[in-house]
């Protein structure tokens, strides 16, 4: 069940085009192609890696946006604006395994057109932790929620 890498963080902005064009215009970064998720999204690029991904926050967020990665804050400045840290992994059986064993809450996610299945937790600082996995390592596991299927 090793963690291979970082493989992205998410900021949760108020004004998502600005914060894309800041990210751009400031560091570099390429705002480049992402799941359909069925809420608004940038995913921004250093090479043909996607570091950062934008998506809505505040108060008034989507109902997809709630319903598929949640929402631990409504800041729209400073550090509650961090949504999540994602980490690349492999062996997610081990790794559901040994979340239950400890009695970690996690939920399941899929992104077919990704390759990827997730496993969403809490840091016991209230920090989500998105685990990637490929889609291989899931036959048999129901995601309890699809990207797929959220409402457009």
């Known amino acids: 069940m090793p963690l291979t890498h970082l493989e ?3 900021i949760q902005a108020e ?3 600005g914060t894309r064009d800041w990210y751009a215009d400031v560091l570099g970064m390429v705002s480049g192609p992402h799941p359909d998720f069925k809420m608004p999204v ?5 090479g ?3 570091v950062l991904h934008l998506a809505e926050g505040g108060a008034d967020v989507s109902e997809n946006r709630l319903k598929y990665l949640g929402q631990q804050s409504t800041a729209t400045s400073g550090s509650g604006v961090v949504d999540h840290v994602a980490f ?8 559901m395994e040994h979340l239950d064993a400890k009695g970690i809450d996690y ?3 899929q992104v077919d057109d990704q390759g990827l299945f997730q496993l969403f937790l809490m840091d016991p600082n209230g920090v989500k932790v998105e685990l990637n996995f490929a889609n291989e ?5 129901k995601a309890d929620i699809m990207a797929s ?4």
Do not use: C, N, Q, V
């Open 8 to 10: 992205h963080f998410l």
């Open 149 to 152: 299927e959220l409402s457009d």
């Open 88 to 95: 690349r992994a492999t062996g997610l059986k081990d790794m």
């Open 107 to 109: 939920t399941k996610r």
């Open 48 to 50: 043909d890696e996607p």
């Open 137 to 141: 390592e899931a036959t048999g596991i």
């Open 15 to 17: 004004d998502l085009d």
């Open 42 to 46: 940038h995913w921004m690029y250093l």
